[in-house]
């Protein structure tokens, strides 16, 4: 009989099938194909030790598991859940009050939102929601500009770019033709230094607008462990909650 289990890594869940088999003596094998994520083991090894060994092995996981693979866990938007904001996830503190729409304080490593009192279920996550992202665009105008002026005088090029803040999906940033810079707000829950990596990519397109090996010397010349950031960037982004 076919079990299935789940683990939570950072912000991620990873679902597994388990197949047990009398034959198999001790040793517990993870694969990850197009099927998903299979875990071999002993017929007779508990669930706890199961959990436990995918847990561990999540880094490696997420390395060789397509996005369909994992999902990010719905947020129900109740007091307890967290956040990521700088790496970091923040503790979400829920009250009513008898606003218009939800207000979202940042308080001593804490999200305190206060929440209409006369929403029903999916209109309270769905404001929630949307609060939340203006939050973390908000922090977005504000920090990636900054970051631009950082590395301006080794990257930039020219006319100082307009910075704009959007909602891709598929994308930390882009550079236009033009030299506009554009940065996912999502970028907001990463680590400062993978942040500091994804401006440094978008200002080297300045000069060189391809990902040739010129561009990727420029990098590495301006961020000498850029791949390394690079590599834990793929990692970070994979099914974040927002």
Sequence with gaps: MTERGRVRFGNTTIEYEVRRSKRRKKTVQ???DGGGVQVAAPSATPDDELR????KRAPWILSHASE???????KRFVSGETLPYLGRNVRMVFESGDMRS???RFDHWRFRVAVPHNLNA?????????????WYRARAAERLPASVDRWWPRLGRGEKSRILVRDQRQRWGSCSPDGTLRFNWRAMMLKPALVEYVVVHELAH?????????FWGLVSRAMPDAQRRRQILREAGRALPL
């Excluded at 436990?52 to 847990?55: G, H, L, M």
């Excluded at 999916?122 to 203006?134: D, T």
């Excluded at 300045?206 to 010129?214: A, E, G, I, Q, V």
Aim: hydrophobic content about 40%.
């Design 30 to 32: 993870i694969t990850v």
């Design 52 to 55: 436990a060994i995918v847990r």
């Design 68 to 74: 369909a693979t994992l999902e990010a866990a719905p």
């Design 102 to 104: 939800p207000e979202v």
């Design 122 to 134: 999916s209109e309270r996550c769905e404001s929630i929601r949307r609060a939340m992202v203006k």
């Design 206 to 214: 300045l000069t060189h607008p391809n990902h040739s090996t010129d």
